[in-house]
């Protein structure tokens, strides 16, 4: 069958909208999303528990957010840009990362080691914000796409200034790494 030439052109107009885009505009805060499902990891006398987290609490400090979906290629696929915030050293009275971990995102049967392992990670570093986002409301609210990471800078006023979905090259890398700085100051 052959489309005529009216219909095909429509599809191509439309097809940008359907194609799957993150919904991250710069100036703008993120779109609300709350997690009551599991939320934010937190320690209590060593012991980890969950409470609800809302991205109203972003506002503050200049942030990195970054949503990773519950698999290990999600997690390399960022990698580089963790490290080089760590290795920034930023002050922890200014800036904070957030890190969003999508459990609905897994691979089958793999969730509970995902958050076994993020509950170890916060043990090793309880100045770490993760939050649990079992139900993938936080990719939903933002389009992400499956199986991906995305990388989201904040200013203090919980406005975007950088984000990508997906790994950042290495000049972006160093892009968000002078954003901080000059951020924090």
């Known amino acids: 069958m052959k ?3 009216a219909s095909l052109a429509v599809c191509a107009l439309l097809a940008p909208f359907f194609a799957s885009a993150h919904h991250f505009v710069i100036g703008q805060r ?12 937190v320690l209590h006398q060593n ?8 991205s109203a609490r972003l506002p503050g400090k200049v942030r990195v957010l970054l949503h990773i979906a519950g698999r290990l290629s999600a997690k390399e696929m960022n990698e580089p840009v963790t490290e080089a915030i760590a290795a920034a050293r930023l002050s922890p009275e200014r800036y904070q990362t957030t890190i969003i971990v999508n459990t609905d995102d897994a691979i ?23 939050i649990i ?13 499956d199986g991906s990471s995305a990388v989201v800078v904040l200013d203090n006023a919980s406005k975007v200034r950088f984000a990508k979905e997906g790994a950042l090259t290495p000049a972006e890398i160093e892009q968000v790494i002078t954003l901080l700085h000059n951020l924090v100051k």
């Open 108 to 130: 089958p049967g793999s969730a509970l080691f995902v958050r076994s392992s993020l509950e170890s990670s916060k043990k090793a570093s309880p100045q770490s914000e993760f």
């Open 30 to 41: 993120v779109s609300p999303v709350g997690i009551s499902d599991k939320g934010e990891l």
């Open 47 to 54: 012991e980890t528990d969950y409470i609800d987290w809302n």
């Open 3 to 5: 489309l005529p030439a």
């Open 133 to 145: 986002d079992s139900e993938g409301e936080a990719k939903r609210a933002w389009a992400l796409k």
